[in-house]
């Protein structure tokens, strides 16, 4: 999480969602972004519902809105969710200058004392104020309101950042920003199989289903915490078991033809490859962390189990 600190309870006046942020997506034409957000939408409704929370989506352009009456239990799934660049909790409140400063300043009185913070307003449509100004008024409103906390307003480097974004007649306001995996939902890049062997394995085959691909995965034996942190990130996936080696690599071969499946994802090193076309032949083979140390293989999957928590 970025700097800040978890918002003080809204009240019972004031509703509250998750507001969530992709990426890539917003590159693509309008077809294909319709497309993908149908499926991150859906995918966020899946996982949820799965872990039995009840909930609803809505967006409007460019952020998805998650709403739950235990939006604290559903941030972490939602953060899990492909596509997901990342998610705060935040308040949403009408656009009007006096209702958000009285809320900002009530948040604030969570600060610690001494502290630095800084207003981050951004807005689209049309306002009778600028970003600047609500920047500007807020921040001396907090400062008024706290006058005993000895705050201070640091543009730079504040130790807490209190983000207002006005979208139109609504306006949401949060503490810090939840990272996702980012990439494209599960489903929009095809299907692929991989071998889940260690810890090399199961980073390449998250790296895949990051780009978009349904994954089959055989995994060894001594591979299974890594294949249950796979399906932190997709409940449907299905490991198959197999032993080592020959025998894993012919299961998934059999998987490929079952499923017809577009490429594996292998933990192969460039001198393997020779070897692995010769058994493959004219399946594509894809091998995500080849060009990655064995140290930074350890540190992105740790990245990706602290993601899975």
Request: charged share 25%; proline share 6%.
């Given at each position: 999480?970025?700097k800040?600190?978890?918002?003080?309870?809204?009240?019972?006046?004031?509703?509250e969602?998750?507001?969530?942020?992709?990426?890539?997506?917003s590159?693509?034409s309008?077809?294909?972004r319709?497309?993908?957000?149908?499926?991150?939408?859906?995918?966020?409704?899946?996982?949820?519902?799965?872990?039995?929370?009840?909930?609803?989506?809505?967006?409007?352009?460019?952020?998805?809105y998650?709403?739950?009456?235990?939006l604290?239990?559903?941030?972490?799934?939602?953060c899990?969710?492909?596509?997901?660049?990342?998610?705060?909790?935040?308040?949403?409140?009408?656009?009007?200058?006096?209702?958000?400063?009285?809320?900002v300043?009530?948040?604030?009185?969570?600060?610690?004392?001494?502290?630095?913070?800084a207003?981050?307003?951004?807005?689209?449509?049309?306002n009778?104020?600028?970003?600047?100004?609500?920047?500007?008024?807020?921040?001396?409103?907090?400062?008024?309101?706290?006058?005993?906390k000895?705050?201070?307003?640091?543009l730079?480097?504040p130790?807490?950042?209190?983000?207002?974004?006005?979208?139109?007649?609504?306006t949401?306001?949060?503490?810090?920003?939840?990272?996702?995996?980012g990439?494209?939902?599960?489903g929009?890049?095809?299907?692929?199989?991989?071998?889940?062997?260690?810890?090399?394995?199961?980073?390449?085959?998250?790296l895949?289903?990051?780009r978009?691909?349904?994954?089959?995965?055989?995994?060894?034996?001594a591979?299974?915490?890594?294949?249950?942190?796979?399906?932190?990130?997709?409940?449907?996936?299905?490991?198959?078991?197999?032993?080592?080696?020959?025998?894993?690599?012919?299961?998934?071969?059999?998987?490929?033809?079952?499923?017809?499946?577009?490429?594996?994802?292998?933990?192969?090193?460039?001198?393997?490859?020779p070897?692995?076309?010769?058994?493959?032949?004219?399946?594509?083979?894809?091998?995500?962390?080849?060009?990655?140390?064995?140290?930074?293989?350890?540190?992105?999957?740790?990245?990706?189990?602290?993601?899975?928590?």
């Open positions: 999480m970025r800040g600190l978890k918002p003080r309870s809204a009240g019972r006046c004031v509703v969602t998750i507001l969530v942020r992709y990426g890539e997506l590159l693509k309008p077809a294909v319709r497309e993908f957000e149908a499926k991150l939408k859906g995918h966020i409704l899946s996982l949820l519902y799965r872990a039995d929370i009840e909930c609803t989506v809505s967006d409007d352009h460019g952020h998805i998650v709403h739950s009456p235990r604290e239990e559903a941030l972490p799934y939602v899990r969710v492909f596509g997901v660049v990342s998610v705060s909790r935040a308040s949403v409140l009408p656009t009007d200058l006096e209702v958000l400063s009285k809320h300043v009530e948040q604030a009185g969570s600060l610690p004392d001494g502290s630095s913070f207003i981050r307003a951004r807005r689209t449509g049309t009778p104020f600028t970003s600047h100004d609500v920047d500007v008024r807020l921040g001396a409103d907090v400062l008024a309101g706290h006058p005993g000895r705050l201070k307003v640091d730079t480097h130790d807490t950042e209190i983000a207002v974004e006005i979208r139109g007649p609504k949401y306001v949060y503490l810090g920003r939840h990272p996702g995996p990439g494209f939902p599960l929009v890049a095809g299907k692929i199989g991989a071998i889940v062997d260690g810890k090399r394995g199961a980073l390449g085959a998250w895949m289903m990051k978009g691909c349904r994954t089959f995965p055989v995994s060894y034996p591979a299974r915490a890594y294949t249950e942190v796979l399906q932190r990130f997709d409940p449907e996936l299905d490991a198959e078991r197999s032993s080592e080696g020959l025998e894993a690599w012919q299961l998934l071969r059999s998987l490929v033809e079952k499923n017809r499946l577009s490429g594996v994802s292998l933990a192969l090193g460039v001198d393997d490859y070897g692995a076309k010769e058994f493959w032949g004219e399946t594509v083979l894809f091998s995500p962390t080849v060009g990655m140390s064995d140290e930074e293989v350890g540190r992105r999957w740790a990245e990706v189990e602290r993601l899975a928590k």
